[in-house]
């Protein structure tokens, strides 16, 4: 497998390179991605995606919104890892990103799933008015970032309730997994992406009162060997009356 830091050469920081640079390391995510079944390597995408890191790179020299730098890690740790989440996200889902950060990973998955809408939320000001920013830059028009602090009680005005509710990195999954299905539908899916050393799902399920049987969890290894995992739990239906 070829590792995208060969794409990036000597390349330190995304605003020091020439375009061409950053384009070749997403392109090389966008493709990894399709190869991986995740997301289709449609027209445009890796274009739309360079863009919007290439103006990440811009906003970060002055607020810094992500502690990575270099282009091959963001297309790495930030845009393949984001799109990871595409499989489990069904046709024409209303989406919920808790704690979206610069955007990750509701704005690749809006970015490469034009079915889907995407309502991003974070309660950090600089970065909900980057991710606004992004929005008018470019011709996305479904996502849409707000600037709040979720209480986990499902009570605020966002739209809702939603079909998928995912975070990365918002919480600890016993944490995270009630907190977010205050904001699904029944029937929704509530989806946590996971460090390489997070629990085992029976530890979560037991931790939070979940069966077993309701989780899925699926660990994945990017091509730099960083480890991680997707951990999903499909809410039940209503009964029927």
Same mark, same amino acid.
């Given at each position: 497998m070829v590792y995208a830091g060969k794409l990036a050469g000597s390349l330190k920081k995304m605003g020091e390179g020439s375009r061409d640079a950053v384009e070749n390391v997403v392109r090389w995510a966008v493709q990894e991605a399709a190869r991986r079944g995740w997301v289709e390597?449609?027209?445009?995408?890796? *274009?739309?995606?360079?863009?919007?890191?290439? /103006?990440?790179?811009?906003?970060?020299?002055?607020?810094?919104l992500t502690a990575l730098e270099d282009p091959t890690e963001v297309a790495e740790l930030h845009l393949l890892d984001s799109l990871a989440v595409a499989p489990w996200v069904p046709a024409g889902a209303?989406? /919920?990103?808790?704690?979206?950060?610069?955007?990750?990973?509701?704005?690749?998955?809006?970015?490469?799933?034009?079915?889907v809408q995407v309502v991003l939320v974070d309660?950090? *000001?600089?970065?909900?008015?980057?991710?606004?920013?992004?929005?008018?830059?470019?011709?996305?028009?479904?996502?849409r970032p707000l600037h709040l602090?979720?209480?986990?009680?499902g009570k605020e005005d966002l739209g809702g309730p939603f079909d998928v509710v995912v975070s990365r990195a918002f919480a600890a999954?016993?944490?995270? /997994?009630p907190f977010g299905a205050a904001y699904a539908r029944r029937g929704g899916k509530v989806i946590g992406m996971l460090g390489g050393r997070a629990p085992e799902v029976q530890e979560i399920g037991r931790a939070v009162g979940i069966s077993e049987r309701a989780l899925e969890r699926v660990d994945y290894v990017l091509p730099s060997g960083a480890r991680r995992g997707i951990l999903v739990w499909v809410l039940e239906e209503e009964a029927a009356s």
């Open positions: 390597d449609r027209p445009g995408l890796a *274009e739309a995606l360079t863009d919007f890191v290439r /103006l990440l790179a811009k906003w970060n020299r002055v607020y810094n209303r989406v /919920l990103d808790v704690g979206a950060g610069a955007g990750f990973p509701g704005f690749p998955l809006a970015m490469a799933r034009p079915d309660r950090t *000001e600089k970065k909900v008015a980057f991710m606004k920013n992004a929005i008018a830059r470019s011709s996305l028009r479904n996502a602090r979720l209480e986990g009680k999954p016993e944490v995270w /997994l």
